[in-house]
């Protein structure tokens, strides 16, 4: 796939690959397919063009910060 998208959409590769628009939308399926070939899932999974799989990768939960000192 070859981005149109002015300035150019991140490639699969790049680290900020899923900043790339979204070229099909299937919510009732949870998926998207950016218009840089990679297929994003709703659970933040993805399917790269090259057949890899990168699992979900959402963030934890918080952990609250400690107070108090130690003595």
């Given at each position: 796939?070859?981005?149109?998208?002015?300035?150019?959409?991140?490639?699969?590769?790049?680290?900020?690959?899923?900043?790339?628009?979204?070229?099909?939308?299937r919510p009732e399926q949870g998926w998207s397919?950016?218009?840089?070939?990679?297929?994003?899932?709703?659970?933040?999974?993805e399917l790269l063009p090259d057949g890899q799989?990168?699992?979900?990768?959402?963030?934890?939960?918080?952990?609250?910060?400690?107070?108090?000192?130690?003595?």
């Amino acid at each position: 796939m070859s981005c149109q998208h002015q300035p150019c959409c991140p490639t699969s590769d790049a680290s900020d690959r899923e900043a790339a628009r979204p070229v099909a939308h299937r919510p009732e399926q949870g998926w998207s397919l950016l218009c840089n070939g990679l297929l994003l899932f709703d659970d933040t999974g993805e399917l790269l063009p090259d057949g890899q799989v990168v699992g979900p990768h959402r963030p934890g939960p918080a952990v609250p910060a400690t107070s108090g000192s130690s003595q």
